[in-house]
């Protein structure tokens, strides 16, 4: 598929769900919540290259990568609360780095490794 219809086709899923997100918070958040970066992505890899051990690689290693990224989620309304939003949203992304990096740590130690 052209690189030009991946591109316009995923911008306009994002602009969707903030569009939607402007007047439905609720129903933009679940659509937020889906893993539609992640389907689109399979689906493009899936048609470029048809290659199932790649796109099941992908699947579990996207599994692992959300749980770190829980942080920001999780921290970002306390920072909210308490800062403006780009220094708020600074530190929940500085705690998900943090997060990624423990992750990729116990990995190391334990000597499980889904990345390859």
């Not at 769900?17 to 919540?33: D, M, P, V």
Request: proline share 6%.
């Amino acid at each position: 598929m052209p690189y030009l219809t991946k591109i316009l086709l995923s911008a306009m899923i994002v602009l969707a769900i903030s569009e939607i997100t402007k007047r439905f918070g609720f129903w933009g958040s679940l659509l937020a919540s889906l893993p539609i970066l992640s389907v689109i992505s399979m689906v493009w890899i899936y048609m470029d290259t048809k290659d199932i051990p790649r796109i099941s690689a992908f699947s579990i290693q996207v599994f692992w990568f959300v749980i770190p990224s829980l942080g920001l989620f999780l921290t970002l309304p306390w920072f909210l609360a308490r800062y403006t939003f780009p220094l708020s949203l600074t530190f929940a992304c500085l705690i998900a780095v943090f997060m990624y990096i423990v992750l990729l740590g116990l990995f190391r130690l334990s000597h499980y490794n889904p990345f390859g």
